[in-house]
């Protein structure tokens, strides 16, 4: 293996995190996936860091700056802001070694992320609607009490800690490609790119970013950009990156992604529907960069990060539902009928008899624009795919029923 000099993170400094962490952080797998592969055409490894006790790779970089406070320091406590992942790492660890820990996180943090680092013990405050307005408030509890600073990517320790996880893929797969990793604040892509390169110099290692926020993009490349909106994927959702990581991946990261919302959630579904496991946004971000440039890596052997599996059950399920109404699984579909008993029925039977499935049912009498005589009936039904689904249309419609046809795949799509 080879150092870079002019890098504030080596190799070295990896593997004495590694030993450092050894046993207090899981060993997680790295397992090929066969229907992805498929899916995307290149060929797939996974390496899954939602395994870990928090659900997230972020306590190995936590756990490595903990490890290296002073008695003093760790009397005092220690602050740390995050939008749920790098908190619970935070916590976790904190705990473990008697640490009192404050935490602040954005308003905007998903519930689940905010009981889940409470649980550990931590003294959680919400403060901000963004990862950024969060950090300014840390800054300032931090300085008011004299507590250390534990900072989610920007730090040369918590860099090393994220490193290992380039290793543990690399003694798994030494053959890799490329290596795909989400960038958020840029610890852990800086850490794997450091680790992957030291031991297979070859290697291609590509960042991801959501276009609502690209911000590492805007700054290696020297480009004015604009970080705002709703993400799925908060935990990448940063507008200022580190300044430790943007000159890392200046040097050693070959190139980064960006990628939509929609791809995000169709990666987030094929997780759950192909690997049978929970993915968040920023976890999924990985995917959902082959699946947007699948040309590129077609082929090749890739290692995808599954960063983190922290996401809202709601949310998950909106997703699941959203990607149903993409693939042309679910019609909705409203109907001008007369207002009769048995219409009710007759439609249902139609749509039964054509192997369709009714989810829901709205049964409107008083829109103004409904005769007085009539009503209008909206009913979302499954079906087996988007071709399915328009030969029920027409048979509706060859049964005499006005039918005026949503395709919801098209009403969610992005522009």
């Given at each position: 293996?080879?150092n870079?000099?002019?890098?504030?993170?080596?190799?070295?400094?990896?593997?004495?995190a590694?030993r450092?962490?050894?046993?207090a952080?899981?060993?997680?797998?790295?397992?090929?996936?066969?229907?992805?592969?498929?899916?995307?055409?290149?060929?797939?490894?996974?390496?899954?860091?939602?395994?870990?006790?928090?659900?997230s790779?972020?306590?190995?970089?936590a756990?490595?700056?903990?490890?290296?406070?002073?008695?003093?320091?760790?009397k005092?406590?220690?602050?740390?802001?995050?939008?749920g992942?790098h908190?619970?790492?935070?916590?976790?660890?904190?705990?473990?070694?008697?640490?009192?820990?404050?935490?602040?996180?954005?308003?905007?943090?998903?519930?689940?992320k905010v009981?889940?680092?409470?649980?550990?013990g931590?003294?959680v405050?919400l403060?901000?609607?963004?990862?950024?307005?969060?950090?300014?408030?840390?800054?300032?509890?931090?300085?008011?009490?004299?507590?250390v600073?534990v900072?989610?990517?920007?730090?040369?320790?918590?860099i090393?800690?994220?490193?290992?996880?380039?290793?543990?893929?690399l003694e798994?797969?030494?053959?890799?490609?490329?290596?795909?990793?989400p960038?958020?604040?840029?610890?852990l892509?800086?850490?794997?790119?450091i680790?992957?390169?030291a031991?297979?110099?070859?290697?291609?290692?590509?960042g991801?970013?959501?276009?609502?926020?690209p911000?590492?993009w805007g700054?290696?490349?020297?480009?004015?950009?604009?970080?705002?909106?709703?993400?799925?994927?908060?935990?990448?959702?940063?507008r200022?990156?580190?300044?430790?990581?943007?000159?890392?991946v200046?040097?050693v990261?070959?190139?980064?992604?960006?990628?939509?919302?929609?791809?995000?959630?169709?990666?987030?579904?094929?997780?759950l529907?192909?690997?049978?496991?929970?993915?968040?946004?920023a976890?999924?971000?990985?995917?959902a960069?082959?699946?947007?440039?699948?040309?590129?890596?077609?082929g090749?052997?890739?290692g995808?990060?599954?960063?983190?599996?922290n996401?809202d059950?709601?949310?998950?399920?909106?997703?699941?539902?959203?990607?149903?109404?993409?693939?042309?699984?679910?019609?909705?579909v409203?109907?001008?009928?007369?207002?009769r008993?048995g219409?009710?029925?007759?439609?249902?039977?139609?749509?039964?008899?054509?192997k369709?499935?009714?989810?829901?049912?709205?049964?409107?009498?008083?829109?103004?624009?409904?005769?007085?005589?009539?009503?209008?009936?909206?009913?979302t039904?499954?079906?087996?795919?988007?071709?399915?689904?328009q030969?029920?249309v027409?048979?509706l419609?060859?049964?005499?029923?006005?039918?005026r046809?949503?395709?919801?795949?098209?009403?969610?799509?992005?522009?």
């Amino acid at each position: 293996m080879t150092n870079t000099p002019s890098l504030p993170v080596t190799s070295d400094d990896i593997r004495q995190a590694e030993r450092q962490i050894k046993g207090a952080v899981l060993k997680t797998p790295c397992l090929p996936a066969p229907r992805l592969s498929k899916l995307t055409g290149a060929d797939i490894f996974v390496k899954y860091e939602n395994m870990q006790v928090t659900g997230s790779f972020k306590e190995r970089g936590a756990l490595v700056k903990l490890l290296s406070l002073s008695e003093d320091e760790r009397k005092r406590g220690v602050i740390a802001m995050s939008a749920g992942n790098h908190a619970q790492g935070v916590a976790c660890h904190s705990a473990r070694l008697g640490i009192p820990a404050t935490i602040v996180m954005p308003e905007t943090t998903p519930f689940v992320k905010v009981a889940a680092t409470r649980e550990f013990g931590a003294t959680v405050i919400l403060a901000g609607d963004t990862v950024d307005a969060a950090r300014a408030e840390a800054a300032r509890i931090a300085d008011e009490n004299q507590l250390v600073w534990v900072h989610p990517f920007d730090d040369v320790r918590v860099i090393a800690g994220q490193g290992t996880i380039g290793f543990e893929i690399l003694e798994e797969v030494p053959d890799l490609d490329v290596l795909v990793v989400p960038i958020g604040g840029g610890g852990l892509i800086s850490g794997m790119a450091i680790a992957a390169k030291a031991m297979n110099p070859k290697i291609e290692v590509i960042g991801v970013e959501t276009e609502l926020y690209p911000a590492m993009w805007g700054k290696v490349n020297d480009k004015p950009v604009i970080c705002a909106g709703a993400t799925i994927a908060e935990g990448i959702a940063v507008r200022n990156v580190g300044t430790l990581t943007s000159e890392i991946v200046r040097q050693v990261v070959d190139d980064i992604i960006l990628v939509k919302e929609s791809t995000i959630e169709q990666a987030i579904n094929a997780y759950l529907l192909y690997q049978h496991t929970i993915a968040e946004g920023a976890g999924a971000a990985g995917l959902a960069a082959v699946l947007t440039e699948p040309a590129r890596f077609k082929g090749k052997k890739v290692g995808l990060v599954l960063c983190g599996g922290n996401i809202d059950p709601r949310l998950i399920s909106s997703v699941v539902v959203r990607e149903l109404a993409r693939g042309g699984r679910l019609v909705s579909v409203r109907i001008d009928t007369p207002d009769r008993p048995g219409v009710l029925g007759e439609i249902s039977t139609i749509i039964g008899d054509a192997k369709g499935n009714v989810v829901e049912v709205a049964h409107h009498h008083l829109f103004l624009n409904v005769p007085a005589k009539g009503a209008t009936l909206d009913v979302t039904f499954e079906v087996f795919d988007r071709a399915h689904g328009q030969e029920i249309v027409d048979k509706l419609r060859t049964s005499g029923y006005t039918v005026r046809h949503q395709d919801l795949g098209q009403a969610i799509a992005e522009p």
